[in-house]
């Protein structure tokens, strides 16, 4: 009886470019949170009408953590997943390489589900900007957990 070959599935090769991307569109909305942090929240374009107020949460008591702003947060955490996402670090099998990135995206998810629970429940105000690096973390960690799944299985 022939001994039957288990295919070697890997990693797409779309993945590693919609993590790109992704990364990248989570770093540019850190960048422009971080100067409105270090300017004005008028900065931020964003309607301030019901639960729509991005300067309440962007100036809240929990807009920072030890006296660091979320926004430099965020920003350091797209710094360090950018390189870590990008084409070239996908093929990359090293162990390192491959759970750190599923770990950097899992801590990511960790503090959007802590973030959101503070914006629907303790300040009953949600940031437009914010919401887009929560969609953009939440995508990111599905992809990374996805990507990091057929790395295992080749």
């Given amino acids: 009886m022939p001994e039957t070959e288990s ?20 770093l540019a909305d850190s960048i ?13 374009a964003c309607p301030h009408v019901s639960i729509l107020n991005c300067g309440k949460v962007t100036t809240s008591v929990y807009s920072s953590i030890l ?12 710094i360090a997943v950018v390189p ?6 996908w093929r990359i099998k090293h162990p390192l390489i ?3 990135r599923l770990a950097m995206a899992s801590s990511g998810i960790v503090m959007i589900f802590w973030l959101v629970y503070v914006e629907l429940f ?5 940031c ?5 690096v929560h969609i953009i ?14 790395i295992e299985e080749a």
């Avoid at 422009?32 to 931020?44: C, E, G, S």
């Avoid at 006296?67 to 797209?78: D, E, H, N, S, T």
């Avoid at 303790?122 to 949600?126: T, W």
Wanted: charged share 5%; with cysteine.
């Fill in 7 to 26: 295919k070697s599935v890997g990693v797409p090769n779309w993945l590693p470019w919609a993590t790109t991307i992704a990364s990248l569109a989570g």
């Fill in 32 to 44: 422009y949170l971080t100067i409105a942090h270090y300017t004005t929240p008028k900065l931020l």
């Fill in 67 to 78: 006296g660091v702003p979320l926004a430099v947060l965020g920003l350091l955490f797209f």
């Fill in 84 to 89: 870590l996402q990008l084409p070239q670090a």
């Fill in 98 to 100: 491959v759970w750190g």
């Fill in 122 to 126: 303790k300040l009953n105000a949600i």
């Fill in 128 to 132: 437009v900007y914010c919401t887009a």
């Fill in 137 to 150: 973390t939440l995508i990111l960690f599905a992809l990374t957990v996805f990507g990091t799944a057929l």
